[in-house]
């Protein structure tokens, strides 16, 4: 993921977001790229480039219920971690991305061992 | 964070510090073990330091909710799954712990969100009609102040039934309703086709 620094991109009139759910928004800018927007949608707080991101967008759009972009900060050492764009879905599925183009799908542990229950 | 077995404590000993209301609770059982509990059943007993330390400059305060997490890569380099404990103080900080015994706090760079799904924030099972309610912060303070330990899944249902018997409701309308309902008055309306937004009559 290339977080781009030029946040004064202009959204394209056509421009459909994919968190409608949401009170922040995403709206793809052109390929590959996407601009998050606050409440206001005035300009957006910022906006990435990634492949990867494309091809989550095109599983969760329109599915996010819930939209959170932070860094952690490590309590232990003090340091910043990457910047990483949490998306929640209504079944409570998280799947989070960040900077290094990582995506990892977080699971709550009780729904996981119902799932591995029922299929077993 | 190193997974332990419990050791024998006196029940006296045991400090919850979650809210009462939260569906899973944080027990400090004694210095640096922790046990997290779901209707008087241990789900979990862990170790550690870092918890401890962040507990002791935090004081009295209690925490909002707590959620045991399995974070498998889907795409990526490093571990595939690692455990993770994510919780939420009532002030909405939120941090997580993971299992290499690291603290992290969450920095938002995006504007707070206001709506809750009821399955993300109190880790309910995904079910019908839960899944397709939202909830303002409002409308979770509430709604914790009226259901009972364990009870929020049924709170929530009778909402969704006092909205869906509602005349006037339609997927293709955004138009917000007042509702007049079991637990009180409050108001709701569609998003999109499928998620339905609750907030407080005031």
Redesign the interface.
Known sequence: MKILSNTNIKRPLNAVDLAPACDASIFEIEEFTYAFYGPKKTAPFVVIESEIFYLLMQRLAGRIVELNVFRPLCLCCGGTGLLTIRLTEADGCVSQFNEADELELCMDLETLYQKRNARN | MRETKLSLIKPSKIKVLTVPRSLLKLNRCAKDEYAIT?DHRV?NVFESL?LSR?LALEGRRKIRWI????????????AKRIF?IHFQYCDGRM??LDER???????????G?????P??LW????EEPI??M?LTSRMVDLIESQAMEGQIPHVLRTYWRDWSLTPGTSPHSTRTINIRGEFGSFKANY??S??V?FDTSR
Request: charged share 20%; glycine share 8%.
């Open positions: 779901k789900l870092s962040h959620r045991l997490v399995e974070k498998s890569m889907q795409h990526g380099a490093g993770e941090f997580i015994d690291r603290l992290f706090s969450v920095n938002e760079v995006s504007w969100r206001s709506l809750h799904s399955c993300g880790g309910l099972v995904p899944i397709h939202l998003i999109n499928k998620m937004k």
